[in-house]
């Protein structure tokens, strides 16, 4: 079982990477968190949860502890699989992914897509407990993200909030009116349009 891979990143998407590790690629999945911690090139290394299928092993890659944690966590929950845990980590920093577990506030859960409200109330009753464990504070910001300048900036956002689970139309609607600077990195601009989203 992999658990950790340490390499040159290769390809560098919102929802995955590949890491080039003595020559072989490593295909992982990835949250936006992660994304926005690791450098566009160069060495990385990553924390990994390998997801054995029938027909398939995936590995999902995290920049920290705490995202893998929370991931192992997320899974264990009945009705609760890989690609939901990570769209969840997009859209929810570990340290207030927590909190909100902690406190039950199923309303910053549902505001998740994918989650409804069973959902909310399945996760709130089964990890409020467990996540307590968890600093309120864990964050990836010992990182140092390089951001992307790239003209088509939106194109990648709007790339990023339909892989979340957005529709194309509504994800391009937020991105109209998002009222980022002009050259603003992708961080910003998909925060200001999930910002919007969510209401």
């Known amino acids: 079982m992999i658990a950790l891979l340490t390499g040159r990143l290769a390809q ?9 590790v003595a020559g072989v690629g490593y295909r992982l999945q990835i949250p936006l968190s992660t994304y926005y911690a690791l450098p566009e090139t160069g060495q990385v290394q990553l924390r990994v949860h390998t997801h054995v299928k029938e027909d398939a092993i995936q590995l999902y890659g995290f920049f920290s502890q705490a995202e893998k944690d929370l991931f192992a966590l997320l ?25 909100a577990l902690c406190q039950g506030d199923a309303a910053r859960l549902t505001a998740i897509p994918g989650i ?16 307590a464990g968890f600093a309120v504070d864990a964050t990836v910001s010992d990182a140092d993200p390089q951001q992307p300048t790239a003209v088509d900036c939106h194109q990648d956002a709007l790339s990023a909030l339909v892989n979340l689970g957005y529709k194309d139309t509504l994800a391009r609607k ?4 998002i009222k980022t600077a002009p050259g603003a990195p992708l961080e910003e601009v998909l925060k200001a349009a999930l910002q919007i989203l969510v209401k």
Not at 75 to 99: C, F, K, M, Q
């Open 75 to 99: 899974i264990s929950v009945s009705g609760v699989g890989p690609t939901l845990a990570i769209t969840i980590l997009s859209h929810t920093p570990p340290g207030e992914l927590a909190l």
């Open 116 to 131: 409804g409200k069973k959902s909310a109330e399945r996760l709130i009753l089964e990890l409020r407990d467990k996540a």
């Open 12 to 20: 560098r998407s919102t929802d995955q990477i590949i890491v080039d």
């Open 174 to 177: 937020a991105l109209k009116n």
